[in-house]
C-alpha cells in the first residue's frame, strides 16, 4: 500500500504568490526594523495593507478550481485577514489604538492552525515543525495582548518588525508544501 501523501493547507499552482507575499513580510519586517522612527501609524497602515493582501491571495487560494484538503482554513483566514486588514487602513486613531489587539487575534488564529496542522499530519516527516510554528505563533499573539494592555508602543514596534520577518518566513516555507506534486 502507497503511503498517503496529506497536506493540510492543499496543493495548488499559484503557490508561488504565496512566497511573494512572505518575501513582501520579511521586507517589510526588516525595513521597519532599520526605519523605527517611520511610525507607529505607517507600520499599522503597511500592515493592514499587508493583510488585505494576504487575505485576497488566501481567498484565490480557497475558490480555486483544484482547491486541496482544508480550503476552509484558507476561507476562515481569508475573510478575517481582510476584515482587520480593511480596519486598520480606514482610520489611523482606530488603527493605532486597537493595532496590538488585531495582530494578536491574527497571530492567535494562525497559531492554533498550525497546531492543528501538525496534530492531523503527525505521521508525516516533519510534523513537529508545524507544532513549533503554531506555538511560536500563539506566544507572539500573546506578546501584543500584553504590549496593547501595557500601551508600550516601543514592544509593540519591536514585535511588529519581528512579526513580519517570522511570519513572512513562516508564510514562504509553507508555500513550498503548497506545490503540486510532480509525476
Known amino acids: 500500500m502507497k503511503a498517503l501523501n496529506l497536506n493540510y493547507f492543499g496543493r495548488t499552482k499559484a503557490w508561488w504568490v504565496v512566497l511573494i507575499v512572505g518575501i513582501l513580510m520579511v521586507l517589510g519586517g526588516f525595513s521597519y526594523w532599520f526605519w523605527p522612527v517611520a511610525g507607529y501609524a505607517v507600520a499599522s497602515q503597511i500592515f493592514g495593507w499587508l493583510l488585505v493582501l494576504t487575505g485576497i491571495v488566501q481567498l484565490l487560494v480557497a475558490s480555486g ?54 496534530v492531523i499530519n503527525s505521521g508525516r516527516k516533519y510534523w513537529w515543525l508545524y507544532l513549533i510554528n503554531g506555538i511560536l505563533l500563539t506566544v507572539i499573539g500573546f506578546f501584543f495582548v500584553e504590549a496593547g494592555w501595557v500601551q508600550d508602543m516601543l514592544m509593540t514596534s519591536f514585535l511588529t518588525s519581528l512579526a513580519f520577518i517570522y511570519w513572512g518566513f513562516s508564510i514562504a516555507m509553507f508555500s513550498y508544501d503548497m506545490r503540486p506534486l510532480t509525476k
Request: hydrophobic share 60%; glycine share 12%.
Open 65 to 118: 478550481p483544484h482547491r486541496g484538503k482544508g480550503w476552509g482554513w484558507w476561507l476562515a483566514g481569508g475573510i478575517l485577514d481582510l476584515f482587520i486588514g480593511f480596519m486598520l487602513v480606514r482610520s489611523i486613531v482606530l488603527s493605532e489604538a486597537v493595532f496590538p489587539y488585531f495582530i494578536a487575534l491574527i497571530f492567535v488564529y494562525w497559531g492554533i492552525s498550525a497546531i492543528c496542522s501538525a
